[in-house]
C-alpha cells in the first residue's frame, strides 16, 4: 500500500507557496511599491490631505483660447480647511520634527525692504481711520488651495484686525481651488483663460491670471463664512471687471437689497472696479452676467471699512513665476494700482524644479525682470519666499532634490540685488531631506507626493513665516521709536 504525501507537499499548497512568494517580491524593495497589493506595515501610509501633485511642466507654449466651466461650489473639508475656532491648537509636533524646525527671520541687509508695508502697518496697528493694509499672495498650487495663506491671513487679521476677506476668482478654474472663511460658487456658462493656459491673446488676466468670460447667463455668489471664527463680515463687495468694445452687462445684488446693473462697454480695454456696498456684518453678494455681449470678469473682494489687515492668496495650479510674463505689462500695472497692496508675497519654485531641464541663468535673469516689475509697478513692498523642500527616493531613503537647493539659492540673490526681503521656507522646514521627515512624521506634515504640505504642515508654515513678519515689523518699530 502506498502511503499517501502530506497535505503541506501537495499540489494545492505548493501553488499557494509560489503565488505568496510572487506577492511577497515588491516588498523586498521599495522602487516596486506601486505592485504592492496593501501598504507595508513598517512605511507610513500616503497622504490624502494634500494638493494633487502638479504635472511635469515644459517651456512649450501654452494654447490659446477658452476652457469651459463646470458649476463649482467652496465646500470646506477635512483635506483643505483650517479649523473654524480662532483658538484652536495644532496637534503636539513630534519631538523628533519638533527639532528640526528652525526660527528663520526676514532676511533685509538693507533694512528698509519692507519699509512701505511695515509703515501701512503701523498705521493699522494704531487703528487710524481707513488704514487697511493689503498683502497680495502669489503662488502655485499651495496657495491656490489657500494652504499657508489662510493661516497666514487668521494670524495677520488676529493680531491687526480684520478689514475682509480680500480678493476671489469669480469661478473655480481648477477643481481643489478654495478659500478659508469664506462663502463662494458658481454657476452657468462661464469660460476661463489663465497664465497657465489657455492662454488669452491680449495677455489680461486681472488680479489673479484668470479671466473669465460669460455671453450670459454666468452666475457667481460671494459671501461671508457662516461659522467658526473668521470672515463673519464685510461691508464693501468690490468687481474687478474689463470694460471693452461692445461689452456686456452685469447685475449686482446683496440679499436683502433690490438688484443694480452695470455696463463693462467702454471705447477700449480698461481695468475697472463696481463697488456695492453693504452694511457690516453677514451678508451674500450674486454676480450675474446679463449678456448684451461678452462679460469680462476677474474676481470680486470682500473688504471692510475697518482698521485691519487684506490677505489676497493668488495662487494658480502648475504656475512658475515666468508665466507672469504673459501678462500685458501695462494692465498688470492697472490691476495692482486698483489694489493698492502694501506687500507683495511672491513664492514659486515647486514646477520649476520640475523643468526637464532648467536654465539657471536664463530663471535667475527671468525672475530678477520680475521682481523689478512688482516693485515698480506696484510702489509695495515686495517679500521673496522660498519653496518649500521636495523629496525623491534614492537607494531606498527620502532625499533632497538638488534643484530645491539652486532655486532657493538663486531666489535669495535676487532677491538681495533687487531690494527685496527673503524668508527661506526651505531651512524654516528643517532644511535637507526636511519633507521626507515631515512625510513620515505624526501627524503628517508633508504629502504623499512628497512636494505639499498636508493641512498640519501648512499651518505649521503659516505660523512660522507670520511669525517672521510680525518679528520683523516689531524690530522695525523699535528702531523707528529709538530715532537715529
Given amino acids: 500500500m502506498t502511503a499517501s504525501a502530506h497535505p503541506l507537499f501537495g499540489k494545492t499548497s505548493r501553488t499557494l507557496l509560489v503565488m505568496l512568494a510572487a506577492l511577497a517580491v515588491p516588498y523586498a524593495t521599495p522602487r516596486l511599491r506601486a505592485l504592492r497589493v496593501v501598504p507595508a506595515p513598517w512605511e507610513p501610509p500616503a497622504a490624502t490631505e494634500a494638493p494633487p501633485a502638479e504635472p511635469v511642466q515644459s517651456a512649450a507654449p501654452a494654447s490659446t483660447g477658452e476652457q469651459a466651466l463646470p458649476a463649482s461650489e467652496n465646500t470646506p473639508t477635512i483635506h483643505n480647511a483650517l479649523p473654524d475656532e480662532s483658538r484652536a491648537t495644532l496637534p503636539a509636533l513630534d ?37 487697511v493694509t493689503r498683502i497680495l499672495h502669489y503662488g502655485d498650487s499651495t496657495i491656490a488651495s489657500d494652504y499657508v495663506s489662510g493661516t497666514m491671513r487668521r494670524r495677520l487679521q488676529a493680531r491687526f484686525g480684520d478689514a475682509g476677506h480680500g480678493f476671489i476668482l469669480i469661478a473655480n478654474p481648477w477643481e481643489w481651488y478654495f478659500h478659508n472663511d469664506v462663502l463662494h460658487s458658481s454657476d452657468g456658462e462661464w469660460k476661463a483663460s489663465r497664465l497657465a493656459g489657455p492662454i488669452t491673446p491680449d495677455g489680461m488676466y486681472g488680479l489673479g491670471g484668470v479671466s473669465f468670460t460669460s455671453y450670459g447667463g454666468g452666475v457667481a455668489w460671494f459671501g461671508t463664512a457662516t461659522r467658526g471664527d473668521f470672515g463673519r ?4 463687495y468690490d468687481v474687478y471687471y474689463l470694460e471693452q468694445p461692445a461689452g456686456g452687462e452685469v447685475e449686482v445684488a ?51 471699512d475697518e482698521p485691519g489687515v487684506v490677505y489676497d492668496a493668488l495662487g494658480s495650479h502648475a504656475a512658475m513665476a515666468i508665466y507672469w510674463q504673459r501678462q500685458d505689462a501695462a494692465h498688470w500695472k492697472d490691476q495692482l494700482a486698483l489694489r493698492q497692496p502694501a506687500l507683495i508675497v511672491f513664492q514659486y519654485g515647486t514646477n520649476e524644479s520640475d523643468l526637464w531641464k532648467l536654465d539657471r541663468d536664463e530663471y535667475e ?6 521682481v523689478d516689475e512688482l516693485k515698480e509697478a506696484s510702489g509695495a513692498s515686495v517679500l521673496v519666499v522660498a519653496p518649500l523642500d521636495r523629496a525623491e527616493l534614492k537607494g531606498g531613503k527620502f532625499v533632497t532634490k538638488q534643484v530645491i537647493l539652486d532655486l532657493v539659492a538663486i531666489q535669495r540673490r535676487v532677491a538681495m540685488a533687487h531690494g527685496a526681503a527673503f524668508w527661506d521656507t526651505f531651512s524654516a522646514m528643517g532644511g535637507l531631506g526636511s519633507m521626507g521627515r515631515w512625510f513620515k512624521t505624526r501627524p503628517q506634515l508633508g504629502g504623499g507626493d512628497l512636494t505639499h504640505p498636508t493641512p498640519h504642515g501648512a499651518e505649521v508654515l503659516g505660523d512660522m513665516l507670520s511669525d517672521a513678519l510680525v518679528a520683523a515689523y516689531q524690530r522695525w518699530s523699535r528702531d523707528r521709536d529709538a530715532g537715529p
Fill in 365 to 370: 535673469h527671468a525672475l530678477a525682470g520680475l
Fill in 95 to 131: 519631538p523628533d520634527i519638533a527639532a528640526t524646525l528652525r526660527t528663520v527671520p526676514i532676511e533685509d541687509p538693507s533694512g528698509h525692504a519692507l519699509d512701505w508695508f511695515f509703515d501701512h502697518l503701523a498705521r493699522t496697528d494704531a487703528k487710524q481711520p481707513h488704514a
Fill in 233 to 236: 463680515k464685510v461691508s464693501r
Fill in 254 to 304: 446683496v440679499r436683502g437689497a433690490p438688484p443694480e446693473r452695470f455696463s463693462t462697454r467702454g471705447p477700449a480695454k480698461a481695468s475697472r472696479v463696481h463697488s456695492v456696498e453693504a452694511a457690516d456684518g453677514e451678508s451674500k453678494l450674486t454676480v450675474h452676467a446679463i449678456g448684451g455681449g461678452p462679460v469680462r470678469l476677474f474676481g470680486v473682494a470682500l473688504e471692510r
